[in-house]
């Protein structure tokens, strides 16, 4: 029997599977006669079943608030994940929607959305099991960073490694004598983990879920999903919802560039080529980030 069959059998579901391509966990599309789910394998040792349990725990809370997020699944036995050769699975309501569509007022919405998320995990009282990570400063730039030390990545050319060395160090004096604001956060809002559905935006998989700084859940969707002619009216729609001090946006811009960088190569599934793409465009916003002052002969970066 395979692993798919067995993570079947434990939450008694037949029908068909249909694998889904992801950057990250395996996800299969489940279709059953009782409905569609989504069945994901975790990535082995990257998660603790703690925290995978505290994933769970997170998207009841949203779901019986504003259902930003899918609806876990328990198995046969009543538990929501499950070890099968030695991988955790799990499994949540399929969501049918369409893919997010970057118009003004849809990035507006969007902004919006991230705001009223941010609320609603503010008003949850986490349970005293809830374990999940820290992205604070040292979470992020720290000797052991939980996304990988992308100053110090085997491949990385000497120029690359000098760039990211230092662009470490000014980020860590920058974010260390602010005060922004912390607290629960999705950690990954890309474009495949937002769908128009429910008359409304949802966000999928909170694999990345966590402690963290709300302008970085802000500034990845800037840069992965509004385009930068959006960006202002996306922070607007943000601030609608709930105030955040945008000073440090140029910063978080540029941290979670890095983060995926060191993720990227922490997990190494993706393609040499994508490695390549993300350590590009890395270099690129951490010349400009710097400034010429610095030698790297960019001007600072500007947020739109």
């Known amino acids: 029997m395979s692993a798919l069959q067995a993570a079947m059998a434990r939450w008694e579901l ?4 249909q694998l889904i391509p992801r950057p990250d966990n395996f996800i299969y599309r489940i279709a059953t006669a009782n409905g569609q789910y989504a069945m994901r394998f975790h990535r082995e040792g990257e998660r603790s079943l703690a925290e995978l349990e505290s994933e769970v725990l997170l998207l009841q809370a949203l779901d019986r608030k504003e259902r930003f997020g899918p609806e876990p699944v328990p198995a046969a036995d009543g538990h929501y994940v499950q070890e099968i050769d030695d991988t955790y699975v799990d499994v949540t309501r399929w969501i049918d929607g369409s893919a997010f569509l970057p118009f003004e007022k849809n990035c507006e919405a969007f902004g919006h959305t991230i705001g009223q998320f941010h609320n609603a995990l503010d008003q949850w009282t986490l349970p005293r099991e809830f374990r999940r990570s820290h992205r604070d400063v040292d979470g992020l730039l720290g000797e052991t960073p939980l996304w990988g030390r992308f100053w110090d990545i085997d491949g990385l050319s000497a120029e690359h490694r000098s760039l990211f060395s230092t662009l470490r160090e000014v980020l860590l004096g920058k974010l ?14 890309i474009p495949d983990n937002a769908l128009h559905a429910r008359h409304s935006i949802v ?4 694999n990345d879920c966590g402690h963290g700084y709300r302008l970085f859940d802000l500034a990845v969707a800037l840069r992965k999903i509004i385009p930068p002619e959006h960006h202002k009216i996306a922070i607007e729609g943000y601030q609608k919802a709930r105030d955040i001090d945008v000073s440090a946006l140029a910063e978080m811009h540029v941290l979670s560039a890095a983060a995926f960088v060191g993720l990227s190569f922490q997990r190494r599934k993706e393609s040499l080529a994508r490695h390549h793409r993300l350590v590009h465009e890395l270099s690129e916003q951490a010349k400009a980030y710097l400034g ?3 030698g790297y002969g960019r001007s600072h970066y500007a947020v739109a």
């Open 176 to 189: 260390s004598s602010l005060d922004l604001d912390f607290g629960l956060i999705h950690g990954n809002l």
């Open 14 to 17: 037949r029908g068909t599977a």
């Open 292 to 294: 010429p002052t610095s």
């Open 203 to 206: 966000f999928l998989n909170y």
